[in-house]
T-cell receptor, first 111, second 117 residues
Framework: GNSVTQMEGPVTLSEEAFLTINCTYT??????LFWYVQYPGEGLQLLLK?????DKGSNKGFEATYRKETTSFHLEKGSVQVSDSAVYFC??????????FGTGTSLTVIP | GAVVSQHPSRVICKSGTSVKIECRSL??????MFWYRQFPKQSLMLMAT?????????EQGVEKDKFLINHASLTLSTLTVTSAHPEDSSFYIC?????????????FGQGTRLTVV
């Protein structure tokens, strides 16, 4: 079946620290992979995506590389800011635009 | 870019009443929309797939008679929580994608925080 396993939080970092949030997946077929971000009180926003193996998605300083050999799509950022505090969801989609989400990782960045 | 609008963003209702949540795709047609439910500190769980002009497809364990879905047009899907109870209190969120492209970005509504008292 299709599923996403995501690093549990919460994660607390100091400003300018390096961020890694691990995400692995299982999927039937050839999935596209996504990271969504949810700021407090808001809906989900697409952060980045990758549609095939070895693709790298990037946005706002965040990056994630689609690794088929390790079935992973880890999210990284070299220097986090207070404004990055949010919940991050790893997700995959195989067909029909149905998404499978990880449990979410709450990130708090302190000044 | 594509925008999905969900309304209302917050609603408080009395136990036993019904609540309707709307999900609109503002600048594209969506033959399929999805309804998710998010419990505190948990991920989004797919409730049902809303298909324009036909019956919705519900995930296992979701009561179709309690969560009524109507997808009457290519830009509007509604979720009605009937005879709401406190355990229905949750964050409900819809999504839609441009059709017929597969594996494309899903656009999410802002979500609806339902509190049943």
């Amino acid at each position: 079946g299709n599923s996403v396993t995501q690093m549990e939080g919460p994660v607390t970092l100091s400003e300018e620290a390096f961020l890694t949030i691990n995400c692995t997946y299982t999927a039937t077929g050839y999935p596209s992979l996504f990271w969504y971000v949810q700021y407090p009180g808001e809906g989900l926003q697409l952060l980045l995506k990758a549609t095939k193996a070895d693709d790298k998605g990037s946005n706002k300083g965040f990056e994630a590389t689609y690794r088929k050999e390790t079935t992973s799509f880890h999210l990284e950022k070299g220097s986090v800011q207070v404004s990055d505090s949010a919940v991050y969801f790893c997700a995959l989609s195989v067909s029909g635009n149905q998404f499978y989400f990880g449990t979410g990782t709450s990130l708090t960045v302190i000044p | 870019g594509a925008v999905v609008s969900q309304h209302p963003s917050r609603v408080i209702c009395k136990s036993g009443t019904s609540v309707k949540i709307e999900c609109r795709s503002l600048d594209f047609q969506a033959t399929t929309m999805f309804w998710y439910r998010q419990f505190p500190k948990q991920s989004l769980m797919l409730m049902a797939t809303s298909n324009e002009g036909s019956k919705a497809t519900y995930e296992q364990g979701v009561e179709k008679d309690k969560f009524l879905i109507n997808h009457a047009s290519l830009t509007l899907s509604t979720l009605t929580v009937t005879s709401a109870h406190p355990e229905d209190s949750s964050f409900y969120i819809c999504s839609a994608s441009r059709s017929p492209v597969l594996n494309t970005e899903a656009f999410f509504g802002q979500g609806t925080r339902l509190t049943v008292v």
